[in-house]
């Protein structure tokens, strides 16, 4: 048996030698609005600060116990409780998935009649926040959705307690979205297009990670199942009367290596081969390709599904075998369409906590990875900044990561999320300039993009 050859780190060293050198000369963004008073934000921070056993109990009880996606019962029902014992009324199984949660505070939205733009004829502005808490297979939550959900549930906390306190403490409505399976599945997507995001203005949420970062490349991903059907024969007696199916997905994963040369740097594709015959003596007359395909812009991400499906109408037809294509047996996500200006928001915020969230551009978008949080930012404006919870050496989906979800870094980063979403929702709806400078950014973007019928 040869020894397994260890994977040199080399590159992964010069890319951490790269990203120090950035760092020694990075500025976190500036954000010129004034956003909301002084005395208020005040109140809401202590709000969220009071909140710390409440959040440190939801880190560690969803850590203990992990839930993967669409399972998460158990974690929406602590939740969900944590909102009720605070007075606060909440939907356990929203928008058509029995493990998503939805709360709402302040005044009442008709924002929907103008598009959505929240100032117009008295409407109220309305921006949301998202948890999320689903977990990987075998390794928990490694990824720490359960910080996640505490950062966005203790940020709505702070906020109900304060418009409870004082109803004309800060305009509009917030709502609280508990959004499950992220992990592959596409959770978010399948809520919004049950109505989850409709009539609400703005989104935000954060990611806990190894540093922190105002914004980072997040790839859009679909998923491919390509199914090849031939003519079962005797391997050795009459192998010419067969079409070998095996051949067609071995030829469809030798064409994807060789299409990598001409794919650009923004594009990944990752696959398998799950079912490939049963015996050898029988010529196979099934083979299953399983892929990812993910991309830094939704154009060249479409642009690359049409290339994979040349790649697999080209093995059928050199092996004489057929072949089925079958995308997104869950909704694809679509990149993160960051917001500028309300992530100068977040920084502020951040600043107050004695953080100093790093530009894009610091870290290599090499280091990519892809989350439906990207089809909510091509809905309405939204953010997805991360927060630092562990050694800038530990990689998200790890064991180690998993380690550090649970840990007192995780606390902290758990309060200091909350707190920056807290403040920059209460920015947001205070103050008009702001919203009218994310408005604007997003329609200079593209605007709305029609995200379910985006691959059609």
Not at 84 to 100: D, F, M, N, Y
Request: hydrophobic share 45%; net charge negative.
């Amino acid at each position: 048996m040869t020894r397994i050859t260890a994977p040199s780190s080399a590159y992964l060293n010069q890319l951490d030698a790269e990203t120090g050198r950035r760092m020694e000369t990075a500025q976190s963004p500036v954000s010129d609005f004034a956003g909301a008073p002084a005395e208020l934000a005040g109140q809401v921070e202590a709000r969220v600060d009071a909140l710390a056993a409440d959040l440190n109990d939801v880190v560690h009880t969803l850590h203990g116990d992990p839930e993967t996606a669409y399972e998460e019962h158990r974690s929406a029902a602590f939740l969900v409780d944590l909102l009720r014992r605070h007075g606060i009324k909440a939907e356990l199984g929203a928008h058509g998935v029995p493990t998503a949660i939805r709360a709402e505070i302040g005044a009442e939205d008709r924002s929907a009649e103008t598009g959505g733009t929240g100032d117009a004829a008295g409407n109220a502005p309305s921006i949301a926040i998202l948890s999320e808490y689903d977990a990987l297979p075998e390794v928990g939550h490694a990824c720490g959705h359960n910080v996640i959900a505490a950062t966005g549930v203790g940020a709505f906390i702070a906020l109900a307690q304060t418009v409870a306190e004082n109803p004309e403490a800060f305009p509009g409505r917030v709502v609280f979205l508990g959004t499950p399976a992220e992990e592959g599945h596409s959770g978010k997507e399948v809520m919004a297009r049950n109505g989850a995001f409709d009539g609400v203005d703005a989104a935000i949420m954060v990611h806990p990670y190894a540093m922190d970062l105002a914004e980072q490349v997040w790839l859009g991903r679909r998923l491919l199942t390509v199914t090849f059907s031939g003519v079962a024969a005797h391997a050795s007696a009459q192998p010419f009367m067969g079409r070998n199916a095996l051949d067609a997905a071995s030829l469809a994963y030798t064409a994807i290596g060789l299409l990598r040369q001409q794919l650009p740097p923004v594009d990944r594709v990752h696959a398998i081969i799950t079912e490939g015959g049963q015996r050898p003596s029988v010529i196979p007359e099934k083979a299953v390709l399983k892929l990812y395909a993910r991309s830094k812009y939704p154009d060249t991400l479409k642009d690359l599904s049409a290339r994979l499906e040349d790649v697999a109408r080209g093995a059928a037809l050199m092996t004489g075998t057929g072949v089925s294509i079958d995308w997104d047996e869950h909704p694809p996500s679509l990149p993160v369409r960051t917001n500028s200006t309300l992530t100068g928001r977040w920084v502020s915020a951040q600043q107050r906590r004695g953080r100093s969230p790093l530009p894009a551009g610091v870290v290599s978008e090499t280091i990519a990875a892809s989350t439906d949080f990207g089809n909510v930012s091509y809905r309405i404006p939204g953010i997805h900044p991360l927060i630092g919870i562990a050694p800038a050496d530990v990689a998200l989906h790890t064991r180690a990561f998993a380690d550090a979800a649970g840990s007192a870094a995780a606390e902290s980063g758990a309060l200091d999320g909350a707190a920056g979403l807290a403040l920059t929702a209460l920015d947001y709806l205070c103050d008009p300039d702001l919203r009218a400078a994310v408005a604007r950014e997003f329609a200079a973007a593209g605007g709305p993009v029609d995200v379910a019928r985006y691959f059609d």
